[in-house]
Nanobody
Framework: QVHLVESGGGLVQPGDSLRLSCAAS????????SGWFRQAPGGEREAVGC????????YHADSLEGRFTISRDNAKNTLYLQMNSLKPEDTAVYYC??????????????????????WGQGTQVTVSS
């Protein structure tokens, strides 16, 4: 059964914004550390950021230059990624993931895909003029 479903991706122009959603089912997202990853065409998996389960502290990769913001709506059991000032190099498939025991950002972002408790199917973001 699919436990995480990403949505909100699409084709946008440089400078545009997108809000990605990751809807969780079958478990309570706020009890898990959760976050976003991306993989560009021909590239390797890259961590975007996460929300720690311990106190809700967020981590965002420095390479994103403050353009992306991770948030969570507990009532909707949904994780979000607000993406602003998009650049062509942001083009990638974006995945969300969640893990119960790896509660710190450092532990979480170093996990291999098959080690996460839950891993989504991805949503495509293409930034092009």
């Amino acid at each position: 059964q699919v436990h995480l479903v990403e949505s909100g991706g699409g084709l946008v122009q440089p400078g545009d914004s997108l809000r990605l959603s990751c809807a969780a089912s079958g478990f309570t997202l706020e009890h898990y550390t959760s976050g976003w990853f991306r993989q560009a065409p021909g590239g390797e998996r890259e961590a975007v950021g996460c929300i720690e389960s311990s106190d809700g502290t967020t981590y965002h990769a420095d390479s994103l230059e403050g353009r992306f913001t991770i948030s969570r709506d507990n009532a909707k059991n949904t994780l979000y990624l607000q993406m602003n000032s998009l650049k062509p190099e942001d083009t990638a498939v974006y995945y969300c993931a969640a893990d119960l025991t790896r509660s710190t950002w450092y532990q979480f972002l170093l996990l291999d895909e098959d080690e996460f408790d839950f891993w989504g199917q991805g949503t495509q973001v293409t930034v092009s003029s």
